[in-house]
């Protein structure tokens, strides 16, 4: 394989040459001489081929060092076989420094430890992998200290990547002000790193650990001393090229500093001694409008003088974005007047000391000749949350808005004096205009950092060569008013080649003997910020994109009707990595590996798409790296640009599985709902056959199949019928698991409807919304069973009578797979409008519920997170009285049959066991477990000795019980449906017909299962 080299500086822009290197022998020996995780599968490859920006480059392989000797054994390797290495962390650069043709070694999995805080001297020694809240979070817990650089990733970038990208933040001009400085240069104590040679080295002030390299970068400083002093602007913000400047005395010869922000091309980090700063006691925050963003950004050096902890800016572009992707919708409505808003954190020992900063700046703003349309002060930290919420919305509120183009960074965080920032925006759109751009212009105002995604055309060459014109006249501009290329991001491949503009051609000089001294042989990170690509190499899309219409099941109405625009929508973010909060992604919170992050998934179809290393529709790799999403839904909800995996997988599995046999368990699972009218007929045989049916269908063997009920929900509410005739007409759903299975959960959702003033109407026959068949991309059947639904209830459909279901995940197909496959049937839309959860439904109509003296571990289902949250449940209990907790505790794991298979169970386990089964275990007997869905209550009864409760069946127990409700355990109702006879003799009889059956059934399941192998190492 051809990877880059040493590019020939004698070019006036040098190009990156290549050699060859033996990637067998590579990775044969890299297996040999490493306890590492070593991964050279094209699959893994496409996973790392890019991070958050507009460049793709396939790596040579992946080696995921379980320790600092894998690390160093692996470079000695790469040095012998002359082979480029790429050190990675969360992947999340937006510039292209995080993809390269080169072994990428990611430290994110398990070289991730917080090694100690030192409190008293306000040191932290941390591993390169440890994610920034990682630290965050117990310093401030522990010793009410904080960390100065934040930047909106931080809760899964990594260590080592704000230190290869020099990052900030939201926060930096706190560090600015009480703190060594605002970017993460200035917070970096003393770094240990391994060059490439080999050599280990401790880094610090005064001293590179080593006499010759520190001989040599006295000698380059020296030589480079005058030009450094005039040419590198003094601003709080300039990231771009290297930090020669941290080298010059003044600096006392900062060595760890000047390597801040080499972006991997210079060392690789194997651990870090960082600074921390007193956290704030109490916040205040304030919000202020103007006309427009350039008077909010002319106010800056006002708000400035008041030192604020935080101090961002955000336009009514952001606002209008957000709005039309429906993102924060609540949230956005915190905005005060105004179309430009400066946001300002104060922060003090007492809530009033902060408040007291607040009214200060207000005052002073308001005396001014151009004061503020809009002020508001938030009191309510929720609110405050929310509005920060709303300034990280940022790049996923900007990519993907109905109606235009899509956006792409490139000129993202170009950062000017702040003085000139009213300036700077004012001409920098009047350019854009010009080229028919336009942006959100948002972003760390208080350091004149700007954040945009433009709407470049990235597919053609005419539109790259427009893209290419605007970047050297934004890059005009910036330099002009005395700014940096970069302000945040870092140069990577997006702004290297537009260094010599901003230092000059004698300090590009200066980097490549700097890159040199440290890496002589140019191979850490090859083509990145010095001797670079060209910006206009290595794109994703590029000129000659053209990626293949295909026939698909699901519509991708939101993508123009395109699977590979769905996979593109990841734009890299990687909130998929974050390891607490919300439900995306679970699986990889338990197995921290990219492959099993939404975004690994999206880019391993995107390549499967798009590039010929992985065979379309057909390939095991991507099936495999498919296999641990859960089908949450939590993506479709969390993710800031809403990928939605279920589908993606679904579409993937339904061509992958045409024409061959499924694996068996598909069959028992997926076709559920009619296994269980068979085996309503003879409930009690089913039940007693379940052991056999374990075996056969390849349930894990420490699973428990759920019992079919003795009588299922539609006979018995036909026998029973409605107690409230004159009420208001609803539809109770009888999905599958309601119906056959916990019939008591549908009994008490019967009559919280009638006490909520409902007659009740309950389709009769085989009706099912085919959630299952998703799971196991059976999309015909799926269809037709939609069909049949539509069918079925189209008079009460077009009448508007609402269809209520107790089961979170039959609602949500009826709610969301239902437009995915029929986006233009008016009636499809009008159910998916009318379709509630039972919570949602009781509180839309103003349901007064009996009260209930209790405790409550509230749980949401994922997919009730994705299809309207689980705050009207809260309501609900909180409105009885009972005092509710709800724990961040994601997914439960089960996921619908997913939790039962084999292949699925530990990691089944461990999602469960993060947070929501020990959280059950420890709550006390009297207080009560709810949650909506039929996986999660399996889930708790399985693993934990207690049984959850839908919210149904708390009403019902305090309308049966009172207020008081009996302590302990949930009591069994009488009125629960009865078993329609014993085992019988009869029973018995077929029990053994059934036998044989499944003795045939097993026949087929010893054929070669196409399971995939196993994901999770
Ligand atoms: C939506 C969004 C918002 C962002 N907001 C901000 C922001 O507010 N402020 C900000 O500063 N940035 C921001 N970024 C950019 C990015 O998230 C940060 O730069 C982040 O610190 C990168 O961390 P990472 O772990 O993802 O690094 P990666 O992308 O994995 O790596 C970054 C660089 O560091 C190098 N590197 C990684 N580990 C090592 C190591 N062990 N040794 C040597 N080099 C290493 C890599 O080679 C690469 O060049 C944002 C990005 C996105 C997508
Ligand atoms: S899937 Fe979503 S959250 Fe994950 S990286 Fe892609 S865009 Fe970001
Ligand atoms: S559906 Fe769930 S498990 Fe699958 S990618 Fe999305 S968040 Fe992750």
């Known amino acids: 394989m051809k990877v880059p080299t040493k590019a020939d500086p004698r070019a ?54 379980r320790s600092v000797d894998d690390v160093v054994e692996t470079v000695r390797v790469c040095r012998e076989h002359r082979a480029p290495l790429l050190p990675r962390g969360g992947g999340t650069s937006l510039a292209g420094q995080c993809c390269n043709v080169a072994v990428v070694l990611d430290f994110s999995k398990y070289l991730n430890r917080l090694i100690e805080i030192d409190a008293d001297a306000r040191l932290a020694r941390v591993q390169p992998g440890l994610i920034l809240d990682h630290l965050r979070d117990p310093a401030q817990a522990q010793h009410q200290l904080t960390f100065g650089p934040d930047p909106s990733t931080h809760d899964h970038c990594t260590f080592g990547g704000m230190i290869g990208n020099n990052s900030c933040g939201v926060r930096s001009v706190m560090a600015q002000f009480n703190g060594p400085g605002s970017r993460m240069s200035d917070n970096v104590h003393e770094l240990e790193v391994l060059l490439y040679d080999g050599r280990r080295l401790r880094v610090g002030k005064g001293s590179s650990g080593d006499p010759e390299i520190d001989r040599k970068l006295t000698e380059l400083r020296d030589r480079y001393a005058a030009l450094v002093r005039e040419r590198y602007p003094d601003i709080p913000r300039r990231v771009s090229g290297y930090n020669l400047d941290d080298l010059m005395p003044e600096n006392d010869f900062d060595v760890a500093a000047a390597l801040v922000g080499t972006e991997g091309t210079c060392v690789t980090v194997l651990e870090a001694t960082v600074h921390l700063i007193p956290a704030p ?10 006309d427009s963003e350039y008077e909010a950004a002319d106010h800056v050096m006002t708000v400035l003088e008041h030192e604020p902890t935080g101090l961002e800016g955000i336009d009514h572009v952001l606002i209008e974005d957000m709005k039309a992707v429906g993102m924060h919708p609540e949230d956005v409505e915190l905005v005060p007047e105004g179309q430009g808003w400066l946001v300002v954190e104060f922060g003090g020992d007492t809530k009033e000391e902060a408040d007291a900063k607040a009214h200060d700046l207000v005052a002073e703003l308001k005396k001014g000749d151009n004061p503020p349309e809009g002020i508001k002060l938030y009191d309510d930290p929720e609110l405050e949350q929310h509005m920060w919420d709303v300034r990280e919305a940022g790049l996923g509120a900007t990519a993907f808005i109905p109606g235009k183009p899509d956006t792409y960074e490139g000129w993202e965080d170009s950062a000017v004096p702040p003085e000139q920032l009213g300036t700077y925006l004012r001409r920098l759109r009047k350019i854009a205009k010009k080229y028919d751009y336009d942006s959100a212009l948002y972003g760390h105002y208080g350091q004149g950092c700007v954040h945009a995604r433009w709407n470049f055309d990235l597919r053609s060459a005419p ?27 870092g140069d990577g491949e997006s702004k290297a080649e537009l260094l010599p503009k901003m230092f000059g051609p004698e300090l590009i000089d200066g980097f490549r003997e700097f890159k040199s001294i440290w890496d002589p042989d140019w191979k850490m990170n090859p083509g990145k910020v010095v001797d670079p690509y060209p910006i206009t190499q290595n794109l994703r899309l590029g000129p000659n994109y053209a990626p293949p219409q295909l026939k698909t099941h699901f519509a ?63 390939s095991d790799e991507v099936l495999e790296a498919l296999d641990l999403c859960l089908s949450c839904k939590g993506c479709t909800k969390d993710c800031p640009v809403s990928v939605d995996m279920p589908t993606l997988k679904s579409e993937f599995l339904s061509h992958y599985y045409d024409g061959r046999l499924r694996p068996r368990h598909a069959y028992a699972f997926g076709l559920i709902d009619q296994a269980a009218r068979v085996a309503s007929k003879l409930p ?129 197909v009826l709610k969301d797979e239902l437009l995915k496959m029929r986006p233009n049937d008016q009636d499809a839309r009008r159910l998916a409008q009318q379709t509630y959860h039972l919570a949602e439904f ?11 003296q209790r405790k409550a571990i509230l749980h949401e289902h994922c997919h009730q997170h994705a299809t309207g949250g689980i705050d009207p449940d809260k309501k609900l209990l909180e409105a009885m009285g009972v005092e509710v907790e709800k724990p961040d505790s994601g997914c439960c794991g089960m996921a619908g049959a997913w939790g039962y298979e084999k292949s699925h169970y530990d990691v089944s386990i461990a999602c469960g066991e993060r947070v929501l089964l020990p959280k059950v275990r420890e709550a006390s007997p009297d207080a009560l477990v709810v949650t909506a869905g ?25 309308r049966d019980h009172g207020a008081g409700g009996p302590r302990g355990p949930y009591p069994e109702r009488a009125a629960s449906p009865k078993p329609q006879g014993g085992k019988s003799r009869g029973d018995k009889v077929i029990a053994a017909a059934v036998g044989v059956g499944l003795a045939a059934l097993a026949a087929y399941a010893s054929r070669p299962s196409r399971k995939p192998k196993r994901a999770w190492r």
């Open 12 to 65: 006036a822009t040098p190009p990156v040459s290549t050699e060859e290197v033996d990637v067998r022998s590579l990775e044969h020996e890299l297996r040999r001489s490493t306890e590492a995780e070593v991964r050279f599968t094209a699959g893994d490859r496409a996973i790392y081929s890019t991070g958050g920006s507009n460049y793709r480059m396939l790596p040579i392989g992946v080696v995921i060092p």
């Open 281 to 290: 006691k109490h916040k205040s925050l304030l919000v202020v409008g103007w």
């Open 463 to 489: 539109g790259i060569k427009k893209f290419r014109s605007f970047l050297d006249e934004a890059s005009d501009l910036v330099l002009e008013l005395g700014g940096s290329i970069s302000g945040e991001h």
């Open 556 to 618: 991708y109405a939101k993508d123009n009707g395109s699977f590979e625009h769905a996979a593109l929508r990841c734009v890299g973010i990687g909130k998929c990595r974050h390891t607490s909060g919300d439900v995306m992604c679970p699986s990889y919170m338990v197995t921290r590996e990219e492959k099993h992050t939404t975004r690994g998934r999206a880019r391993i179809l995107w390549e499967m798409v798009n590039h010929g290393e992985l065979d379309l529709w057909k």
């Open 684 to 812: 009690a045989v089913a039940n007693a056959l379940a052991p056999v049916t374990k075996r056969l269908v390849g349930v894990h063997p420490k699973r428990h199949l759920p019992e079919f009920a003795p009588l299922t929900l539609q006979d018995w509410y036909a026998k029973r019928g409605t107690h409230n005739p004159s009420g208001k007409k609803v539809i109770l759903w009888p999905d599958t698991f309601t119906n056959h299975f916990h019939t008591d959960v549908g009994v008490a959702a019967v009559e919280a409807l009638e006490d909520a003033g409902c007659r009740v109407v309950m389709p009769q026959g085989h009706l099912c919304c085919g959630r299952p068949l998703y799971d196991y991309g059976m999309l015909d059947l799926a269809k037709r069973y939609l069909e049949r639904v539509l069918d079925a209830l189209r008079d009460d459909i077009r009448a508007g009578t609402p269809v209520v279901g107790a089961e979170p995940s039959c609602v949500a």
């Open 842 to 852: 009781l509180d839309q109509e103003g349901y007064e519920p009996p009260p209930l």
């Open 934 to 958: 039929f996986s999660c209550r399996s889930q708790i009864e399985q693993e934990t000795p207690r049984r959850a409760l839908h919210i149904a069946q708390v009403i019902q127990l305090a």
